[in-house]
């Protein structure tokens, strides 16, 4: 397990003054990379050897978004590291402990020449250490009766400031593409998103819109082929 204390600042918030979900996934992030130096994700070691994680879905809860100026506690735990799949789960708690947010990803290891699932190496596994902790038990997002209703769709293109360390758009950046969807956090209960394939700079998406009921569901296709990169279902808190 790793911590870290945080002071939520003007520039992570959204309209509401709480902290968005693009500066939540950051959080996250951030944190799963700090506390790797000595775990079995050290980014080093999976560096030399060839490999990066690539993030297949994150799974989010929300109880409340914290607010600007408010001190809050950023914990990440390693759940499971198996030979080709990693799961983390994080918590974001306010000065009192309690769990305000709270995450699993789950990712894919993936060789950096050929982009595709890949095996550790022995140095890899050597490196194995694991938290016997899980922050959150997720549940697969309920199947929403009724029809869904396309509002509207259009066309984003990818920028190169949305590229990572491995080429390609990083998986935060993703809320980048579909910010103008997804409402503020203190309106979200659940978010669901699943990475399908990578997006790459200056590729041009189809961002599709459709309400459901209680929630709303936001896909990212490529423009020139249709194909499914990215689903994210948004379940709304009840009023």
């Not at 130096?37 to 030399?48: F, Q, V």
């Not at 809050?72 to 198996?82: E, G, I, P, Q, S």
């Not at 250490?129 to 199947?143: F, K, N």
């Amino acid at each position: 397990m790793y911590s870290e204390v945080r002071k939520v600042r003007f520039s992570e918030c959204d309209r509401e003054g709480r902290l968005s979900l693009l500066s939540l996934l950051n959080y996250f992030q951030d944190i799963a990379e700090s506390g790797c130096g000595s775990s079995a994700l050290n980014m080093d070691i999976i560096r030399k050897a060839g490999r990066f994680y690539a993030v297949a879905s994150w799974e989010i809860a929300v109880e409340r978004s914290p607010s600007e100026g408010e001190t809050v506690t950023v914990l990440a735990y390693l759940n499971a590291d198996k030979n080709r799949l990693a799961v983390m789960s994080f918590e974001l708690r306010n000065e009192n402990g309690d769990v305000l947010c709270a995450a699993v990803c789950n990712m894919v290891l993936c060789s950096t020449e050929t982009g595709r699932a890949a095996a550790k190496t022995s140095e890899m596994r050597r490196a194995s250490e694991l938290d016997a902790y899980s922050a959150l038990q997720v549940t697969q997002p309920e199947r929403r009766s009724g029809k869904e209703n396309f509002c509207h769709s259009r066309y984003v293109c990818a920028s190169d400031s949305m590229t990572d360390l491995n080429g390609h758009v990083n998986n935060a950046k993703y809320v980048h593409l579909i910010g103008d969807e997804v409402p503020p956090v203190s309106h979200l209960s659940k978010v669901y998103m699943h990475y399908h394939k990578p997006v790459f700079p200056r590729e041009k998406l189809d961002v599709t819109v459709c309400e459901n009921k209680g929630g709303r569901t936001i896909r990212i296709l490529s423009a020139d082929t249709g194909d499914l990169i990215f689903t994210a279902d948004i379940v709304f808190k009840l009023n």
